[in-house]
């Protein structure tokens, strides 16, 4: 063992080997970037797997966290809370029309969970239909309908209930695959792990037509999507399909860990008292981050500057292995003339973080809404320089 890979054993020697870590320790962070102790800096285009829509020391959002937590770091869902009250209206503000019911949990699988529980509720059927590719979650519901999870991690003897897993980007599928004993579809209109791939409006659209007719639920999980990703508040925005229930999580806390499940008004007539429930779900701390994230994501027009800084990506970055483009807004896949697992590698070594996806060409960028074009600039420098 080298010098510094004995460092890195010593460092995580009580930590379960479940991930496969990068090369470099952050200790702090400011706007889009990252340092390590030794003041080593990386330009951050991951986010922490789309979680610091903000980036660091966020001055609204570190403000809000020391004042939460001088009022209150927690309480329960026994007791009302204004805060609660207030990032409630202001998420369901925030939100599609149409979906403006919202209980608060912990993380994007929970809220998941929670979907498919309201899901069978509604409609008293026995199957999900999910798309090949998908991401949900590491809990038994979530991962159920997750692509390949039963290959790769799901370990339990047998999931809950029977899922479809329908090929990506073909409607005239939908007859044979969604039919009438189908609760609930699920879709991440823009999926994340699966390759920044963009299912488009009109597949979208065909795909609310066709749940409409045979009496099936449609469910984004816009977990990693929403909350500003595409550049508007949710992909359901974006395309102007109106699903019956959003999951959101990771940028909606920044960071600081929550989620959330969005009802229509159909969906929300079947939650009765009891029918959810958690102890951690819309916390004080938590729900002041949520409140702080959209007031900054509103006051600081970032969803215009992601669709901005996007583009730019788009217009500036074909370069070195680059081929082209998928995706939406801050979920961008670029995909490579080489294996994208190598060119993280060697942006990395030159102080870039991004990201890759299930599809072993696509790097996969999803970094803070308040990345500007200077940064872009260092990105395509560095591409020009890989071959
Ligand atoms: C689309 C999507 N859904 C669900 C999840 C699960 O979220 P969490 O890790 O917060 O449980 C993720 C996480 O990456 C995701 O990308």
């Known amino acids: 063992m080298d010098v510094a890979t004995n460092e890195r054993a010593a460092m995580h020697a009580h930590l379960d080997e479940v991930y496969t870590m990068l090369p470099f320790t952050p200790a702090k962070g400011a706007g ?167 299912f488009g409006a009109e597949f979208l659209h065909a795909l609310r037509k066709h749940c409409d007719s045979v009496g099936a639920l449609l469910v984004f999980d816009e977990v990693q999507c929403g909350m500003g990703r595409t550049g508007h508040a949710f992909a359901a925005n974006m395309y102007g399909v109106q699903p019956d229930m959003i999951t959101v999580a990771k940028a909606l806390g920044n960071g600081f860990p929550v989620a959330a499940l969005l009802t229509s008004p159909k969906v929300s007539a079947a939650i009765k008292l009891d029918a959810m429930g958690t102890t951690y779900g819309g916390g004080p701390m938590a729900c002041a981050c949520v409140e702080a994230v959209i007031e900054a994501i509103e006051s600081e027009k970032l969803l215009d500057r992601v669709r901005r800084v996007s583009s730019y990506i788009r217009e500036t970055c074909a370069v070195g292995p680059v081929t082209g483009f998928q995706g939406a807004g801050h979920l961008l896949g670029l995909r490579l003339n080489r294996p994208a697992k190598e060119v993280h590698a060697e942006l990395l070594e030159v102080g870039i973080l991004a990201g890759t996806a299930t599809d072993p060409s696509i790097l996969r960028l999803l970094p803070p809404f308040i990345l500007e074009e200077q940064h872009v600039d260092i990105l395509r420098d560095a591409l020009t320089h890989l071959s």
């Open 32 to 198: 889009v970037w990252l340092e390590d102790a030794a003041g080593r800096r990386v330009l951050d285009l991951y986010g922490g797997h789309a979680v610091a829509a903000l980036g660091y020391g966020h001055p609204r959002l570190s403000d809000t966290i020391a004042r939460a937590s001088r009022d209150l770091v927690f309480q329960t869902n026994a007791l009302p809370l204004k805060i609660r009250d207030e990032a409630a209206d202001a998420l369901a503000e925030f939100a599609p029309p149409g979906v403006g019911r919202v209980f608060f949990v912990n993380s994007g699988a929970e809220a998941n969970e929670n979907a498919l529980k309201m899901a069978f509720r509604v409609n008293k059927r026995t199957h999900i239909a999910a798309f090949e590719f998908g991401f949900h979650g590491r809990t038994p519901g979530a991962g159920a309908m997750t692509w390949g999870a039963a290959e790769k991690w799901y370990g339990l003897p047998r999931t809950p209930f029977d899922v479809t897993f329908i090929p990506r980007g073909d409607s005239s599928l939908f007859a044979k695959l969604i039919t009438d004993k189908t609760a609930a579809v699920f879709i991440e209109p823009v999926q994340g792990l699966g390759g920044a791939y963009d």
